[in-house]
């Protein structure tokens, strides 16, 4: 990868490569040459980010289903749609983003070689894709009970605002956990028709969830973050930033245990409860497992711990499943 303020090297399949990319990506390699910087811009290069939207998500609705009882076909569909929506709005919100932070995202070591800021986009041409990309997730979201669609139209809010955060507050990462975990009301009420105390409790897991894995990602960033004066957790807490991420598994694994009692404390299958419980068991072992990788000096670690979210999110999923299913 050649130096940040040097051109890419000449050979087409990899020009434009975003620093950090998945070594090896599909976009990098498959996709036609003209649709690469859109691509980039959506941040499919980069599917963490898709995973750490859609997984809240399943949650949502998987614990709604626990709540009920009872599964159903439209449960299945509410599934993929939000999978489907999750992949689109990442893009537009990644897109709007990019947008905004266009001048910062020059000034960054990590980010100068993305879309805009490296000249492979247009602002114009940027806010026609993030248009596009939000009106078919749009679509999709229509499919959906009423209560959801308008929890959905909510999110843009959210959304708009996250870029900004950064600017006037040391907690952005707050306005990140609630557009990135605005799918657990989604999908709890996609299913139930109404929210309660057990989405609302989920939903705050989730936030704190959020909170312990941007928080590792910022520190890659916070040398030159320092420089522009962009703020962030990783530099508010800084060499405190483990007592802090400990604070966070905890509240995040006592959070997602209460909203799971609050759901099924009626119901008689024991079992089930107990398997249920399992979920936040398992992700409080994985967050304790990338404390003891996370190097807040070496970027590469913080990166790679980050990444590491996807297969935390997806233990309570298959706790949660399992446990409908008993």
């Not at 708009?160 to 009301?185: C, D, E, H, M, S």
């Not at 962009?230 to 959070?255: C, E, H, I, Q, W």
Request: hydrophobic share 50%.
């Amino acid at each position: 990868m050649p130096a940040p303020d040097e051109l890419p090297e000449p050979n087409p399949a990899n020009s434009g490569t975003v620093k950090d990319a998945v070594a090896g990506n599909w976009v990098d390699r498959f996709a036609p040459v003209a649709t690469r910087p859109y691509l980039r811009l959506s941040r499919v290069d980069r599917p963490i980010g898709t995973w750490l939207l859609y997984i809240p998500c399943v949650w949502g609705v998987l614990l709604a289903m626990l709540g009920t009882g009872e599964p159903r076909l439209l449960d299945l569909w509410i599934v993929m749609g939000c999978g489907i929506g999750a992949f689109l709005m990442r893009g537009a919100g990644c897109t709007w983003n990019d947008i905004t932070d266009r001048n910062i995202d020059g000034s960054v070591e990590r980010t100068r070689s993305r879309p805009i800021p490296s000249g492979q986009v247009s602002v114009k041409a940027a806010l026609v894709w993030m248009v596009v990309q939000a009106l078919v997730a749009f679509a999709i979201l229509l499919t959906f009970p009423l209560p959801a669609i308008i929890l959905g139209i909510i999110a843009l809010g959210p959304v708009a605002i996250y870029p900004f955060a950064k600017r006037f507050t040391w907690w952005p990462q707050v306005f990140l956990g609630v557009a990135f975990n605005w799918g657990i009301l989604l999908g709890y009420a996609a299913h139930r028709g109404h929210l309660d105390g057990a989405a609302i409790t989920l939903f705050l897991a989730g936030i704190t969830w959020t909170l312990f894995y941007d928080t590792i990602y910022a520190h890659q960033d916070k040398e030159d973050d320092a420089l522009i004066g962009v703020k962030s957790t990783a530099r508010l807490f800084g060499d405190n930033t483990l007592p802090a991420l400990r604070y966070f598994l905890m509240l995040t694994v006592a959070l997602m245990g209460f909203a799971i009692v609050l759901t099924m404390a009626g119901h008689n299958n024991i079992l089930s409860l107990v398997v249920a419980l399992g979920g936040p068991w398992a992700f409080g072992w994985h967050m304790t497992w990338q404390m003891k990788q996370f190097d807040a000096d070496d970027p590469d670690s913080c990166l790679r711990v980050f990444r590491s979210n996807r297969d935390a999110g997806l233990l309570p999923v298959l706790f949660f499943a399992a446990a409908l299913f008993l």
